[in-house]
């Protein structure tokens, strides 16, 4: 697979270093990769756009999910991951998630990280959405993402791993034959490496997370603006499964107009018990489901704005008041200090919630060791779609999937080496500025990107919705291509506007993929289309981008993932 040739418009890069393999992004999959890639003697270079610690996985309330209680067995875990991504999971990627994850928490838990446990010191499971067995390994109570960073970033520091912080990814570099050749940055404020520059390595590790700031309100923090997706996308590589957007149903609510990061109420409070009901105090998730609260992801977000919508009502609660004072401040202390700080006091009162963006199920297609379609491109964790969520990621799958996957991403990368197969790769130039490139949008543009997803593209949508949703994402589109080919026009590069035009790229996609699928499964909800159509839809949509820019969408059957390329790697000269 060829590269598009299209690049952000950027200065030529000022420096350069070289490494074995570069690793973008530095929640749970990056670090893991990036520490894996040490291991096994790789020179290793991490690259992430904030502080080390600064990305998703802090924020992950509710756990890591594996089959490590008595009397649980992957494949209860495999059964339960099946059933809530709907039909189009990838059996193989599932399974191995589900056998090697227990293992991957061990390897994590010696690299530090401290779970809590119960009073026989066994680490203590809870449960959540999707889930028939308590099956969730947690820390801190509801911080777990924060003990998991805690103890990634530990390592990297104390193995002296060579890091970037502060440094924006702009465009994979390639080599003639459109092989991985490296990437190039912006970076702000690092000292030798300020600036655009660029790191050049045959293997490229894609770690960025995900993209719920394409909506207004989500629980991502304001870094999770797709940048890896829209990289992968301008370097050719194939995007599946965009329009299986996780809305998580428990989020604080705030007001109807709250935007940006928004307070999340962790599964793991309905785990525990909690109730969902409505301003009557009526359980309107039982009846529904068999699991009633503890329904998959996207069983219950329906369920609540349902609700919502039967009752003209801006939010739902969760009752956990049964909890009591003593449960709420040991178990759930990071729930409780956010309610806290927003007036709201889950001991005495009902929590006013309502869902919201969580997590991107699709993202940059993979086979099982994380090779993406473009050579020498691996991506894992959110930013990756390796065919284990389906329609609808299982809660906690996440953390478990960044683990398992960047391990075997940095398995994959040591035994091409071991092959002979990991050489530097010559980048071709990339252009000056002033050559025709990708138009830049003005930092503003993200608030009208996110709010046309919002209104067109959110939780409920319908071709009607979809379809202005696209118009005006193209309007934005085309706007910034004419001002850059008539006037030569374009704005100022820098974090904001490089951020604001790789959410209008992913927003493109995903609005594309999401007008195709003519149904409703997962979390995908088409008001206009009610029902799940197993004969037309147990099928992946996939989207590349054309060298014009244009969005070539296309559908793959379930069989045909992961894709084929991993048989098909170039020949080494
Ligand atoms: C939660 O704690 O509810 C979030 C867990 C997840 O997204 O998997």
Redesign the pocket.
Known sequence: MTSTGIRLHAPAPGWAISADVVVVGSGVAGLTAALRCQAAGLTTVVVTKARLDDGSTRW????IAAALGEGDTPEQHLQDTLVAGVGLCDEEAVRILVTEGPDAVRRLISTGAHFDTDDEGDIHLTR?GGHHRRRIAHAGG?ATGAEVSRALVAAVRARGLHTIENALVLDLLTDADGRTAGVTLHVMGEGQHDGVGAVHAPAVVLATGGMGQVYSATTNPSVSTGDGVALALRAGAEISDLEFV?F?P?VLFLGADAEGQQP?????VRGEGAHLVDGDGVRFMVGRHELAELAPRDIVAKGILRRMLERDAEHMYLDARHFGARMWEQRFPTILAACRANGIDPVTEPIPIAPAA??ASGGVRTDAHGRTTVPGLYACGEVACTGVHGAN?L?????LEGLVYAERIAADIAAERAAGGLHARVPVPVPQPGQPDHPLLAAETRFAIQRIMTEGAGVLRSEESLARAAGELQRLHTEARQALEENGKTAEPGVDTWEATNLLCVARALVAAARLREETRGCHWREDRADRDDTHWRRHIVVRLNPDRSLAVRTTDTADFPPTRQTQRPQEQ
């Not at 999340?264 to 793991?268: F, H, N, P, Q, T």
């Not at 809660?395 to 953390?399: D, P």
């Open positions: 992950a309330q509710g756990g959540e509801d996780q998580h428990t999340l109420v962790s599964e793991a969580h997590y990621r809660a906690s799958n996440s953390l």
